[in-house]
């Protein structure tokens, strides 16, 4: 019996020896071969990783002009697990933000990423509300400010449609952006912003600050030699230049004012657009800040519809500025002889229905030439339904109808070019006639387009078929470096027109500006010789749209331009008078390569 005391005794000291063995020897593991780990760990539990937001790139026009910059704001972040009293919590940040305590809820729970990730809940927050959250920063653990940017849009130049505008990231946006953005953070949603989105966003960075155990920021950790923490500075998006002429666009924008419509000026040597200008259009720093429901719904619901881009997005049918399709068609095919004349009376009848001229006493007899110096209805019926469908709409494809121009600008529209396969899905294979190329080859009917592309159209007849697609982009520039690149501009050429074709048209629209019978002689300009087309389009809302295209100067064509004037009555009225406006800027700033008149100075 002693015995077997004795024994469990030994073997109850011995299993204390070993125990304690093995406490030693984990001990001395985790000393030596884990320590880092666990002060790494432990670290963690005071100090937090900020990100640090890059600079955004700023936009500049082909000189160098800043359009868009930054400015300094406030951004308010919440750490969800280091907040106390949250019901109180809340309530006073919504108070502050102007906001409900339930849409605060929302917005912390849009937070993926965990509790202990702070979450953005109050953007570019202006100084009233951060001065009355900092005064009460002691009941607000786990709140943190931060400085951030905003967008400033006052340089004189609006262009709205052109800039776009930064909003908070979606859901579906952050799965599709990456690792560089957060919850909370600002991306391009419409324009360059959106589409130069990774250019000029740059790379984040982050930081370490020390916090309390409720949270509370006791010292920043920039420049501590630690082991386990570094600072990495964030790197600054790039600048875009655009091929825009600031100088251009604040003109056109305060001449168009008022109106519905716009404008589009590119430089035919590259296709670079000068100015794009739509009206009636909204004021950019409405989303330089948060953006109230009252306010999205008003822009929303106007009537006259200030957030479509009428120069990219909308469609029109484009009236007599397609009239050198026709011709095109008709003299490529043989078709057309441009000495052939045709009398007319001011009307045309086909099929027992009665189509009017624009000129109700008529034009007599006319020619080519004189069809287009003059716009003649009566001519263009009669040599449309020549032509026929299939010529007419091969050489408007040729020109770019019926697709997107390829602007760097998501939003772009392509344009409706009526085929035959189209009218059959429309009206009924066999439930439309021929007779319908009489509204088509006058640019109307089933035909629509948006400016811009007309603007291109203007161009590869300027060039005599080397057009190029029009660009917003010039060139992206570090400003750090001051290395700027310059991508190459796309070509696009009209293929298979005969010289002496474009020749005649190119005369004609000569004519339309600087013949004695042109519809645009009103658009001249003093010691500048342009060309142009006018267009009245029918519109069965109301009065008619104003067209003007052309391009000058005549010889050596530097610029081509498109003005629309929605319910301006006629081109000649309404849209030629803006394209004078263009081109006298233009001609006495010497933008065009001619030397300007000489203004006399005494009145």
Known sequence: MELNLESKRRIFAGGLALLFLVLIGRFAYVQLFKGEQFLEEANKNRVRIIDVDPPRGLIRDRFGEVLVENSPAYAIYAVPAEIRNAPEAYQIISTALRMSPDDLKQQIAKNKRGNFTPVKIGRQVDFAAFSLLNERRLELTGV???????????????????????SEISDAELNIYGNNYSPGDLIGKKGIERQYERIMRGEKGHRFIEVDAVGRVIRDLAGQDTTFFKDQEPEPGKDLLLGLDASLQRMLEAELAGKNGGAVVLNCKNGDVLALVSKPDFDPELFSKPLTPEIWNRLLNDPNKPLYDRMVQSLYPPGSTFKMITAFAGLQTGLINPNETVFCPGYYVFGGRTFDCHKKGGHGTVNLLGALEQSCNVYFYRMGFRVGLEHWTDYAKRFGFGIQTGIDLSEESGGLLPDEEYLDRRYGKGRWSKGMMLNLAIGQGDLLVTPLQMACFAMAIANEGRSFKPRLMRSILDPFTGKEEFPEPD?????????????????GMFLVVNGGRGTAVGSRVAGLISAGKTGTAQNPHGEPHGWFIGFAPFDDPQVAFCVFIENGGSGSGAAAPIAKKILSFLHQNNKLGTQPEPIDSAD
């Not at 931060?146 to 130049?157: F, I, L, T």
């Not at 696009?492 to 005369?507: F, G, K, Q, S």
Request: hydrophobic share 40%.
């Open 491 to 507: 070509s696009v050429y009209v293929r298979d027109i005969r010289a002496e074709n474009w020749e005649l048209v190119r005369r």
């Open 144 to 166: 943190d400010f931060r400085a951030e940017s905003r967008r400033m849009y006052n340089h004189g130049v609006k262009a709205p449609h052109l800039f776009g505008y930064l």
